[in-house]
Each structure stands twice: as C-alpha cells, then as structure tokens.
C-alpha cells in the first residue's frame, strides 16, 4: 500500500513569513496527526483529526498555526507568522482505527531565519 | 496526562552483544506501549506494541519488549545487535482504550553499534 505522503520535504523562509505543509494519508485511515519534532526531541503532537473534524488541538499554537482536513483526507499545516523556534521536522502520520499503528510519512523540515 | 521518560541519550554496544534501550512511563489506567525507529532524513517507523497479553512482545528485526506494570517500564531489547541498528529510538504511550488519545513520545535515545 502506498505510504503516507507529505510535501515539501524541505522549506527555508524568512521569519514572520507562511507556510503551508500538505499531507495525503493512507487510503481509509479516518486518523490523522501532525506532530512537531524540533532537534534533539521526541515528536510533539500538535493536532489530531478523526475524518474532518478535530479531536485534539490543546497544543497548537493557534495564534499562529491551523490545520485542516476539509473533506476528511488530505490535510493542510499553515504556519503565519513563522518564528525561529519554529524550525524542525513537520510529520504527519495516519492510522487504521482500532489498529493502533501509526503510519509517519517521512517529514516536512522547516528552517526559519 | 501521559508522559514517557528514556534517561538516555545514547547507548553504545559492540556488534553481536545484547543491547537494552530504556523506557519508563507514566498514564491514568492501562497503558498500550510502543517504540518506533527513526533513521536519518526519514519518517518514523513503527517496531513493535503492547497493548494486551503476553508481557514480552516481540517486533520487527528481532526487537522485543517487555512491559513491567510494577515498575512501569517497557524497555527495549535485541539479543545481538547489529551495526544497521544503530538509529534513534522512541518510546510512546496512550491510555488505553487506545482510538482516541494521540500517542505522547519520549525524547528519544540512540542507539550506535560498533563494529
């Protein structure tokens, strides 16, 4: 089965800049996660979809980011204004329900100067 | 709230010894457990999970864990390791039952084999 896909890979801006970082999740898996990975962490859930609407926001820095999952599939991480200490690794990941497997796709990195 | 702690950072063996890769955690009830692998410039991938049963699971790549609820612990275990495993290795964990909660990750310990 075909992967979980994200792009882009790589983004360089300049701070108080946008960005948006797309996601495609496996075909049925109704879950979907962004987590944020700065150097040196773990992954740091930032939001959790179940189809379209959302289950978990409570650490997303809704000042600055949103996401969205219009039709229950692909999803979309806008960040505006970027600051620096928001450069790491975007992942996204989807799951099966009742599996209890996440899927990651293989990241989006962000460096803010 | 859910919390995982890997105390650390590193852990270097030589090529053909066991290795153990620490993990303590912390959830309200019953915890489903897991450790996920991270090479360079990739996506994390899924090793292995606890959720039920049988206190020793075993995984992918000849990995296996042992889930300790006295000690709430779940370390990670290879009987002989490999230089292809070294990478960055992340514990998680979500109370159970496990549909709704997001999996919360440890900080993540890499692990490096020497030939």
């Known amino acids: 089965e075909a992967g979980v896909a994200q792009s882009p890979r790589y983004k360089i801006i300049e701070k108080r800049q946008s960005v948006a970082f797309w996601c495609n999740p496996i075909s049925g898996h109704a879950t979907l996660y962004w987590y944020q990975q700065i150097l040196g962490q773990g992954p740091k859930l930032l939001i959790q979809f179940q189809n379209n609407g959302v289950v978990d926001d409570s650490q997303l820095p809704k000042d600055r980011f949103s996401a969205e999952r219009l039709k229950g599939v692909d999803s979309t991480l806008k960040i505006q204004p970027a600051k620096l200490e928001d450069s790491a690794v975007y992942l996204c990941?989807?799951?099966?329900?009742?599996?209890?497997?996440?899927?990651f796709g293989a990241g989006s990195r962000l460096t803010v100067l | 709230a859910q919390s995982v702690a890997q105390p650390e950072d590193q852990v270097n063996v030589a090529e053909g010894n066991p290795l153990t890769v620490k993990c303590t955690y912390s959830v309200s009830g019953n915890p489903y457990l897991f450790w996920y692998v991270q090479y360079p410039n990739r996506g994390l991938q899924f090793l292995l999970k606890?959720?039920?049963?049988?206190?020793l699971v075993k995984g992918s790549y000849g990995f296996e864990a042992e889930f300790n609820k006295s000690q709430t612990s779940f370390h990670l275990k290879k009987p002989s390791a490999l230089v292809s495993d070294s990478a960055l290795y992340f514990c998680a964990v979500r109370a159970a039952p496990g549909g709704r909660r997001a999996l919360t990750f440890g900080s993540g310990t890499r692990l490096q084999v020497q030939p």
């Open positions: 990941a989807s799951e099966l329900s009742g599996a209890n497997v996440l899927t």
């Open positions: 606890y959720i039920t049963g049988d206190n």
